[in-house]
């Protein structure tokens, strides 16, 4: 059974910074895409970052671009989101997600986790 | 960047027919994805490549596109189908992925 499972988000001043991780079960991690997705509550989804299966290639959404980086360890099956100078704004349920096929382009997010809670506020 | 826009609310009664849009600039000629999320879960894919139905998702959910619209149709339409619905495409010029911003399905 494919999981995912986030961890590392809470308070945190503005200007502070937050390491987000995703840990992956179930699938052969180092073969997919995944990407951080984000939603303020009672807002809709935007997507955040997103890095192929090797670490190798990431690209970043504009209001995050500079401030955060995705990366990760496949011999941890793990995902991460490092946050720096983090604003008012970036307060959201922070969700990581499965990229559903690494050969097809702009393929569809076929597993999700649950979402962490990250609060940026003084 | 690329915009899809999606009316904020849709309404229909038990066992009618739900017709949820995403307008895009040539829409009709990029694949689109749909996700359903309910209150205080993940979203899950329903729809994907414009009409394809990953597995255990019922047949009463499909969906088309073309021009510059993308439509998520829910037939027979169940009170378990209340749920927040958002399309995503990905925009090749930027290489970022984009949502639009969500339709409310309410069940009368």
């Known amino acids: 059974e494919v999981q995912l499972v986030e961890s590392g988000g809470g308070l945190v001043q503005p200007g502070g910074s937050l390491r987000l991780s995703c840990a992956a079960s179930?699938?052969?991690?180092?073969?997919?895409?995944m990407h951080w997705v984000r939603q303020v509550p009672g807002e809709g989804l935007v997507w955040v970052s997103r890095?192929?299966?090797?670490?190798?290639?990431?690209r970043y959404a504009d209001s995050v671009k500079g401030r955060f980086t995705i990366s990760r360890d496949n011999a941890k099956n793990t995902l991460y989101l490092q946050m720096n100078s983090l604003r008012a704004e970036d307060t959201a349920v922070y969700y990581c997600?499965?990229?559903?096929?690494?050969?097809?382009?702009?393929?569809?997010?076929?597993?999700w986790g649950q979402g962490i809670l990250v609060t940026v506020s003084s | 960047s690329y915009v899809l826009t999606q009316p904020p609310s849709v309404s229909v009664a038990p066992g009618q027919t739900a017709r949820i849009t995403c307008g895009g600039n040539n829409i009709g000629g990029k694949n689109v994805h749909w996700y359903q999320q309910k209150p205080g879960q993940a979203p899950v894919l329903v729809v994907y490549?414009?009409?394809d139905r990953p597995a255990g998702i019922p047949e009463r959910l499909s969906g088309s596109n073309s021009g510059n619209t993308a439509t998520l149709t829910i037939s027979r339409v169940e009170a378990g189908d209340e749920a927040d619905y958002y399309c995503q495409m990905w925009d090749t010029l930027s290489d970022h992925w984009v949502f639009g911003g969500g339709t409310k399905l309410t069940v009368l």
């Open positions: 179930g699938f052969t991690f180092s073969s997919y895409w």
């Open positions: 890095i192929d299966s090797d670490g190798r290639s990431t």
């Open positions: 490549d414009d009409s």
């Open positions: 997600a499965r990229d559903a096929d690494v050969t097809v382009a702009g393929s569809p997010f076929d597993y």
